[in-house]
């Protein structure tokens, strides 16, 4: 059955010398894999997180479609080219396949992670856009904290509240800190912070998400953004 259909690149796969295995969030059918014959040999970028438009054929018994054209969409002109652009596309990317497996066709998903691309395509300053992203994807996944207290002086990091009485295990209770995870999920940013509150906050939310969030682990991609953005 022949489809066309909508995609954000995740990631991809040798599968053989002139082939790749692609896995896609694409708009109608959620999370989706593809394999691209012989796009080794047609010196074609493959952009992470590029938007691309494809035409495939699929058979009803397998899992794999296969590519049969796949044209850009969208051509951003810095994601690609700015290195701190590049670096948080491998940040939003790392975050991304870990988590979006799971999901099902959402065109709110769908055009949230479009939206995040331009965002970060025409935003200026860099500095907030990981720990941003962060709290509002796990948010938009439907793991945002509780607000207890509407001047809670904790955040506990294993119950996932903002409270006056933290009972769990691990919880932060600088003002400063507190403040900036709020305004992180409440998509605040009236008030600047400084670069170690900003360091200790993504610190917090990956934590958080390694709690709660299946099989989450950004290590690899939290040092590189603790040794550039936030030297």
């Known amino acids: 059955m022949k489809s066309k259909e909508l995609g954000i690149l995740i990631d991809k796969h040798n599968y053989s010398e002139s082939s790749s ?4 969030y694409t708009l109608e ?12 040999k047609k010196s074609k970028s493959l952009n992470q997180l ?26 951003p002109s810095h994601l690609y080219t700015q290195p701190q652009k590049v670096m948080l596309v491998f940040f939003m990317a790392d975050v ?9 066709p959402d065109p709110l998903l ?3 992670v479009q939206a995040q691309l331009i965002d970060l395509e025409t935003r200026m300053d860099d500095f907030l856009f990981p720990t941003q992203f962060l709290a509002q994807y796990m948010q938009f996944l439907g ?7 509407e001047n809670a002086s904790a955040f506990d990091i294993e119950r996932g509240t903002f409270t006056n009485t933290p009972s769990g295990a691990l919880y932060v209770q600088d003002p400063a800190l507190i403040a900036f995870l709020k305004d992180q999920f409440l998509k605040e940013t009236s008030i600047e912070y400084s670069r170690e509150v900003v360091r200790k906050g993504l610190d917090v939310l990956v934590k958080y998400g390694e709690l709660h969030l299946p099989n989450f682990s950004l290590k690899v991609t939290l040092e590189v953004i603790r040794d550039t953005l936030y030297a």
């Open 21 to 24: 295995i692609l896995n896609f």
């Open 29 to 40: 059918k959620g999370y989706c894999s593809f394999i691209f014959k012989g796009v080794k």
């Open 50 to 75: 590029g938007l691309y438009e494809l035409s495939y054929f699929k058979r009803p018994e397998s899992d794999l479609g296969i590519i049969q054209t796949m044209d850009y969409a969208w051509t």
């Open 96 to 104: 991304l396949k870990q988590t979006i497996k799971q999901q099902g």
């Open 110 to 112: 769908f055009d949230y």
């Open 143 to 149: 793991y945002a904290p509780l607000f207890d207290e």
